[in-house]
């Protein structure tokens, strides 16, 4: 037996299902805000089920703790680019009350600089320690970015141990963990992860004590799963994991791989595109809590409610992918409100069935030099590993892990044979 528990706004859905996939029962109750581990607890208590092996649960509240600036750590914010990257500044952009709320300090630091090893600066590590040192006692995370982390990490991982002699065992966010390559993107999405370290720690540790002898995980943006360990480690994953697990679950509800997906909630739609089984990310990045970073979340279109049939028809359009229609799945508490597409049964709970039934997950991305065209398919296969490992990582049974994308971008604006390599891997969850 498996459950998967969605953590909404209004109410809390939790799902029991067996080992292939079959939905045995659903239930709902009301969330208490600000309480997701007793939501989870209340809605597991109303499932009544026991001998569970495995936990899956969708939490907003990542989301909620940055769009309402509450929970967040102060965050003392370590750039690694010298002279090339001084132009914008660390939290550049962010809204005036997010940037009180997370900023403890930032400095910008000499080292990296350049895309070939033999143009690379070394690290000010004096600078990094007194920075470190100015912010013992403000600080309660630290969040650490090279502009050069997508080429080589060896800098941060450098920074990292530096600031840990200066201040001891302190959450520590670095930006090539995270693997994307844009750097303010990259760098505010570590911020946030440091920022949301110390909510992260306190959901783990209650989540962990729910279900004895169950391996509890927790969903992602991306549409996967991760291990209570791994989302204390990167709490900003989960962020716009409520969506994901919506879209997961609307598949799995209709056996769809490919579709439009309106989610009917008690105040809002939100209409995204499900595309090889997995939510199809947002065009152009992500935004959270009016701050663009690059995590993996969902593309989306909210429509208000009271339902306009027109509004949602138009939100429908815009996100197909071209003459060839894909059907629309209709699912969420307020299903019944919307006459058009497809409604399965157990709609109303497809959070927290595609919670259950989503896979664990890994990505990796990498820019790297490749003398000629015979080198790829060898850089390719090492990314693949990393994927793969970043899967095991999160939870992922090694024995079942696979790679479910991979691709290769010609980075024609840098001088020199670039490629952008990136690989997805994906696994049932492990239980030992």
């Avoid at 909510?199 to 209570?228: E, H, I, K, N, Y």
Wanted: glycine share 12%.
């Amino acid at each position: 037996m498996k459950a998967g528990v969605d953590v909404g706004p209004t109410n809390t859905d939790a799902a029991l299902l067996d080992d292939d996939g079959r939905v045995l029962a659903t239930v709902k109750v009301p969330s208490r805000p600000d309480m997701p581990v007793a939501n989870v607890r209340s809605a597991l208590e109303k499932l009544k089920a026991t001998d569970l092996t495995q936990v899956a649960v969708g939490l907003r509240g990542s989301a909620t703790s940055v769009t309402r600036r509450r929970e967040l750590r102060r965050v003392a914010v370590l750039r690694i680019s010298g002279d090339s990257a001084r132009a914008v500044r660390p939290l550049f952009g962010w809204p005036a009350d997010l940037r009180d709320a997370v900023n403890a300090g930032a400095v910008i630091v000499d080292g990296g600089g350049g895309l070939e090893r033999d143009d690379w600066t070394p690290l000010d590590r004096a600078a990094v320690s007194r920075f470190a040192a100015a912010m013992a006692g403000t600080a309660e995370a630290y969040a650490v970015v090279g502009l050069f982390s997508p080429l080589d990490a060896e800098q941060e991982q450098e920074a990292a141990e530096l600031i840990r002699a200066e201040v001891g065992d302190m959450p520590i966010a670095l930006s090539a963990d995270l693997g994307s390559l844009g750097l303010l993107e990259r760098e505010n999405a570590t911020i946030l992860d440091a920022a949301l370290s110390g909510f992260a720690q306190t959901v783990a540790d209650g989540l962990g004590t729910l279900c004895p002898g169950a391996a509890v995980f927790v969903t992602r943006g991306d549409g996967t799963l991760m291990s209570l360990e791994h989302m204390s480690r990167h709490p900003g994953l989960s962020l716009g994991s409520g969506p994901a697990s919506v879209l997961r679950g609307a598949g799995a509800l209709t056996g769809l791989e490919d579709a439009v997906v309106a989610d009917v909630g008690a105040r809002r739609v939100r209409v995204g595109v499900l595309s090889g089984g997995f939510p199809e990310e947002a065009v152009g990045g992500a935004r959270i809590g009016g701050v663009p970073v690059g995590f993996r979340i969902p593309g989306l279109i909210k429509v208000d409610r009271p339902v306009d049939d027109a509004e949602l028809a138009e939100a429908v359009d815009r996100l197909q992918p071209g003459a060839d229609r894909l059907p629309l799945v209709t699912v969420g508490g307020g299903a019944q409100a919307v006459q058009q597409g497809i409604h399965p049964e157990h709609g109303l709970a497809a959070g927290a069935i595609g919670a259950a039934v989503s896979p664990v997950g890994g990505f990796y991305e990498r820019i790297v030099r490749l003398p000629d065209r015979a080198a790829v398919a060898a850089a390719m296969d090492a990314v693949m590993e990393e994927a793969r490992a970043v899967a095991v990582l999160a939870g992922a049974d090694p024995r079942q892990t696979v790679i479910i994308h991979a691709d290769e971008t010609q980075l024609d604006y840098l001088p020199g044979p670039f490629v952008k390599l990136r690989a997805r891997a994906a696994g049932p969850p492990s239980r030992w």
